[in-house]
Structures are given as C-alpha cells and as structure tokens.
C-alpha cells in the first residue's frame, strides 16, 4: 500500500528556514505533479507550490521568492525549501501526490512559526 511519509515540520523563529520532505513509500505508476498545501486554523487548505513530471513549478503569490519546491523521481521524493519564514506560515503542511492512476495525501507536519 502507497502511503505518503512528510518530514522536515516543526517551529522556527521568524525569518528563519525549514525544508519539508515527502517520500512515497511504495510503488506509484507514473507519477505526475507532486506539491504541498497547507491549512491553517479556521481556513481553507490552500495550494502552496506543485511541481509536475517535467520540473514545471506552480508558487501560490504569498511565498513566491521564499519557497523553492524541487523532487527527486528516482526517490519518488518531493522537497519544499522555505526560507524568510514569518507567523502567517505557520500551518499543517500536507504533501500532495497525483499519478496516472490516484491521487494521495500525506498525513500532514506541523510549520509554527514564531515572531
């Protein structure tokens, strides 16, 4: 069975910088577009950055310049570089995986940024 595994969360002062990391455990056919969502408390889960087979990146505006999102395919592993962290970061950050076939979600990690 196909499970995403995240890494990297935790807490962070303001300014600061966290690389989140998500592995697919298991066997995925044809993996497509990879990426990482977030929610906060009381809001929607939202789109951070998504990266698909060919290395196409898609930044939502509010972290363009700051976040770098990069994956291994021969690791099935999809990277967030975060940097200049400030308090409206902080949520749970969920890995997002879409293959030919299905489409997962990990099981989140905690971003508490502090100012």
């Known amino acids: 069975q196909v499970q995403l595994v995240e890494s990297g969360g935790g807490l962070v002062q303001a300014g600061g910088s966290l690389i989140l990391s998500c592995v697919a455990s298991?066997?995925?056919?044809?993996?497509?577009?990879m990426g990482w969502y977030r929610q906060a408390p009381g809001k929607q889960r939202e789109l951070v950055a998504v990266i698909d087979s060919g290395g196409i990146t898609n930044y939502a505006d509010f972290v363009k310049g700051r976040f770098t999102i990069s994956r291994d395919n021969a690791k099935s592993t999809v990277y967030l570089q975060m940097n200049s962290l400030n308090p409206e970061d902080t949520a749970v950050y969920f890995c997002?995986?879409?293959?030919?076939?299905?489409?997962?979600w990990g099981q989140g990690t905690q971003v508490t940024v502090s100012s």
């Open positions: 298991g066997s995925i056919f044809m993996i497509r577009t």
């Open positions: 997002y995986v879409r293959a030919i076939t299905t489409t997962l």
